[in-house]
Structure formats: structure tokens, C-alpha cells
């Protein structure tokens, strides 16, 4: 699908891949619906971008979806894109995970989502088309010690969308992933429901040279991909098979 134009929604627009994403989709011509905790940020954010609208809201409490999905289509008229990208990293040990803790991450990471695609589809079956990205992780390629509860969120998310993407082809409305790998200039750690593991080394690649880290424009650029290109699955640079 080409942006120009369209309207896109992206979580998590704040800070971030999702902030590189809202600059990079506005400069591309899309009419942007941001949505983040960060009110004065977005609305910050809003002034900066032509044609953009700020939506503040938790999206972890899951009665808000429908609220901001409802605002959304109201102010545009429309909803051509969504990109669900908020979400937040939990790494520790599956034997010290805090029950309490997980189920917090299910809802964001997984839960509202889900809620998100529900509100969206039928407003993208009746308008004909649509297409929903969905960011997973390259954890979730992976099987990596003190990570269960996040990437075992993001497993979840992959099957949720590649079975979704192939319930709703007959409707026009692509469902697809974007595979993000260790990402800089981001506060997602810092965002963390639980960090553990902080002060633990990184993956180093078999050959003993240090990994490939992503910024945030660079999977921002990924995503406009996956947006254009319709595709079920994108990997970043540092992801790339």
C-alpha cells in the first residue's frame, strides 16, 4: 500500500522506533494518528507534524482501545494502516518471573494488540482494504536464556498475526511482521516491567565480532517497507536471515 495520503495509526509514537516511524510516515505524505502515554510529547509531536493527530492514552488498559480507535476514525473519517508498536521488555529467568508482572506484559504486548486488530477490521473490511504491522522482535527468531517472558510474548504476537494475516486475505487486508533486533537510541530497557539481566553482556555472533545494532530510523524505514510492500514478514538489518 502507498501512504501517501492514508491514514496510519502508530502506537508507542512517542519515543523511539515509533517516533522515527510518525517522522518518517508524515514525511512520506500519511496523515498520522499517534498514540502513546506521553501526552505532552505527542502533543508536542502534533505541532511538528502536518496533518497529525494526538491521542494520549495507556493502551495496557485494554477498555481504552476502542475509546482511541473510535477517535481516531471520528477525526479522519478513516483508518488505512495500523502499526502496533508499543510494547515493553521483561527479561529475567522463567524461575524468578513475577507472575503479576507477566500478565502486565500480556496486556500490552500481546493482549492490546490483538484488541487493536479487532477494532480496525471491520472498519478496513468496509473501507475495502487495510493493512496491519504488527513489531515483533528478533528474539522471537531466537532462543536466548533470561529472556522467557518477552520473547515468549513475541511468539505469541507472530502467530496472532501470520494466522490473522491469513483469515483476512480474502478481505484485502494485509497482516503482516517486522522483526526489529537490538535497537539504540531508545529507552525500551529503561521502560522494562523487569530488568534482571541489566548488567549482563550481549549475544556476541560466532565469529566473535560484536552484533549489528539497528537505530530507530532504520526500522522505521523497515516498516514503511512492510507497509508498501504488503509482505507477511521483514527483518531489519541486524535480523536479516
Known amino acids: 500500500m502507498k501512504i501517501q495520503d ?4 502508530i ?19 500519511a496523515r498520522i494518528a499517534l498514540v502513546a502515554r506521553s501526552a ?10 502536518p496533518d497529525s493527530y494526538a491521542v494520549p492514552a495507556d493502551l495496557s488498559d485494554i477498555e481504552n482501545i476502542p475509546l482511541v480507535i473510535g477517535k481516531i476514525f ?20 522463567i524461575e524468578l518471573a513475577d ?9 500490552i504486548n500481546v493482549i492490546s494488540v490483538m484488541k487493536a486488530m479487532q477494532c480496525v477490521i471491520p472498519i478496513m473490511r468496509h473501507q475495502g482494504a487495510g493493512v496491519i504491522v504488527n ?21 505469541a504476537l507472530n502467530a496472532l498475526t501470520l494466522i490473522a494475516r ?12 517486522v522483526y526489529p533486533g537490538r535497537t539504540i537510541n531508545t529507552d525500551f530497557r529503561d521502560n522494562a516491567v523487569a530488568m534482571i539481566l541489566r548488567n549482563q553482556p550481549g ?7 560484536p552484533p549489528r545494532f539497528d537505530t530507530p530510523e532504520e526500522v522505521a524505514e523497515k516498516i514503511l517497507e512492510a507497509v508498501n510492500s504488503e509482505a507477511a514478514e521483514t527483518f531489519t538489518a541486524s535480523t536479516q536471515r
Not at 75 to 90: K, P, S, T
Open 40 to 49: 505532552e510529547i505527542l502533543h508536542n509531536l502534533e505541532s511538528e507534524l
Open 99 to 107: 507472575v503479576q508482572l507477566y500478565r502486565q506484559l500480556l496486556d
Open 6 to 9: 492514508k491514514v496510519v495509526i
Open 11 to 29: 502506537t508507542g509514537a512517542s519515543k523511539g522506533i515509533g517516533l522515527a516511524a510518525a517522522r518518517l510516515f508524515a514525511q512520506k505524505g
Open 74 to 93: 471520528a477525526h479522519f473519517g478513516r483508518i488505512d494502516v495500523l502499526i502496533n508498536n508499543a510494547g515493553r521488555a521483561f527479561h529475567t529467568p
Open 135 to 155: 513489531i515483533s522482535s528478533g528474539l522471537s527468531q531466537r532462543f536466548v536464556p533470561g529472556t522467557g517472558p518477552y520473547s515468549s510474548t513475541k511468539y
Open 203 to 209: 549475544p556476541q555472533a560466532a565469529s566473535g565480532v
Open 166 to 177: 491469513a483469515e483476512l486475505a480474502a478481505d484485502h487486508i494485509q497482516v503482516g511482521l
